[in-house]
């Protein structure tokens, strides 16, 4: 079992920036692939990065490439996603996820564990 804890979300401006943390305990955490997901209302989830844990490679949907950057801590147990040129449209709620595979991540039923997620918003 893994279990994850996101913070960082809050309110913030169109153009800022914001860092959200996941944080893992239970198992080595090196050892899985963690990805960020996001779901507005009414939408359905949507990928937003990854960083595979065989190489450290990360991939990145296109509504956020350029803007966000995912790395992880090994040491600390802890994935990040920085997001920065936050835009009103990336407004949504922010899920950390593990999974044991070793694939690339984008795909929500590769991951077996979940945060409960963060929420982000974007003013104008």
């Known amino acids: 079992q893994v279990r994850l804890v996101e913070s960082g979300g809050g309110l913030v401006q169109a153009g800022g920036s914001l860092r959200l943390s996941c944080a893992a305990s239970?198992?080595?955490?090196?050892?899985?692939?963690m990805g960020w997901f996001r779901q507005a209302p009414g939408k359905e989830r949507e990928f937003v990065a990854s960083?595979?844990?065989?190489?450290?490679?990360?991939f990145y949907g296109d509504s956020v490439k350029g803007r966000f950057t995912i790395f992880r801590d090994n040491a600390k147990n802890t994935v990040y996603l920085q997001m920065n040129s936050l835009k009103r449209e990336d407004t949504a709620v922010y899920y950390c996820?593990?999974?044991?595979?070793?694939?690339?991540?984008?795909?929500?039923?590769?991951?077996?564990?979940w945060g409960q997620g963060t929420q982000v918003t974007v003013s104008s």
């Open positions: 239970g198992r080595t955490f090196s050892g899985y692939t």
């Open positions: 996820a593990a999974s044991a595979l070793g694939w690339v991540g984008i795909s929500a039923r590769e991951y077996a564990y």
């Open positions: 960083v595979r844990r065989s190489d450290g490679n990360t």
